[in-house]
């Protein structure tokens, strides 16, 4: 069974298997899309493959253009941005090892583009980052002083939900 979430208003997953060793998705990249902010992942390592379109990666500083049928592997913690700055839809195979909660992470996000709990440019807040960065640490960390994200997101979590942000509530 294939279920598709979509992350962002313009980026979505559908989440072709799922076991402990390996989570494999069908990701789709909306076009003109900008890079995400630079995050690691502490225990998982990615690997992605263009199906279709194309991709623009920057791993550890080191730029990559991808194309149909490119591969990239992303080792955890390497700092790393991915996007699509074409004009046209792009579809990736992606695949992480191993899954961990990574698609927990990826249903949250849905959950909130779901219901609706996003700001006017379609994201969530910086209240519901700061419940989710803290709750999914072992799977997703943005790049900064570590003790200060902490410290930042926090707070973030605690004001997150006394204004009702939840895990496991879709959003």
């Known amino acids: 069974m ?3 979430l979509n992350l962002t208003p313009s980026d979505s997953v559908t989440i072709r298997s799922s076991s402990p060793e390996l989570l494999e998705v069908e990701a789709e990249y909306g ?6 902010p630079k995050h690691w992942h502490p225990a998982q390592d990615e690997q992605f493959r263009v199906l279709e379109g194309q991709l623009q990666a920057r791993v550890d500083g080191v730029e990559h ?4 049928g490119d591969e990239i592997e992303i080792p955890r913690e390497a700092v790393h ?10 579809r990736a195979l ?8 990574t698609e927990q992470w990826f249903r949250e996000l849905g959950g909130l583009q779901a219901s609706g709990r996003v700001g006017r440019n379609g994201m969530p807040s910086p209240l519901a980052f700061g419940v989710l960065l803290t709750e999914y640490r072992d799977v997703f960390r943005l790049v900064g002083p570590d003790p200060l994200l ?6 973030l979590a605690i004001a997150g939900r006394a204004r009702g942000y939840r895990v496991g509530s879709a959003g």
């Open 81 to 90: 941005q991915m996007w699509n700055p074409g004009s046209s839809r792009t």
């Open 150 to 155: 902490r410290v930042a997101f926090a707070a």
């Open 65 to 68: 253009e991808l194309a149909a």
């Open 31 to 36: 076009p003109d899309g900008d890079p995400p």
């Open 94 to 101: 992606w695949r992480t090892r191993p899954a961990g909660r």
């Open 2 to 4: 294939t279920e598709r």
